[in-house]
Nanobody, 120 residues
């Protein structure tokens, strides 16, 4: 069984910073893409940023220059450093990972979500 466990959400004032973490655990062989998505009330879930095992990254235009995604392959962990936060960044943030199991099966996994609220 594979699990993704997120941490680091919370309440922050506009202009502030937060760092999200997501650790994958279980009987996994390797992880290709790891990423962060978010879903605001009444809106569809959207990609925030993702990162491949080799380190190449991809960002939504709305967060470029403010957010930085990184990963520690040895710890099967992905991070999202969020700076200059705006009220529009308020959402539930979900971790996602494309994982190869030891059985040879590749599956897409999601974390439980962590709330980020940007408000004064």
């Amino acid at each position: 069984q594979v699990q993704l466990v997120e941490s680091g959400g919370g309440l922050v004032q506009p202009g502030g910073s937060l760092r999200l973490s997501c650790a994958a655990s279980g009987r996994l062989a390797s992880i290709d893409v790891m990423g962060w998505y978010r879903q605001a009330p009444g809106k569809q879930r959207e990609l925030v940023a993702d990162i491949r095992s080799g380190g190449s990254t991809n960002y939504a235009d709305s967060v470029k220059g403010r957010f930085t995604i990184s990963r520690d392959n040895a710890k099967n962990t992905v991070y999202l450093q969020m700076n200059s936060l705006k009220s529009d960044d308020t959402a539930v943030y979900y971790c996602n990972a494309d994982i190869m199991l030891w059985s040879g099966r590749k599956s897409d996994y999601w974390g439980q979500g962590t709330q980020v609220t940007v408000s004064s």
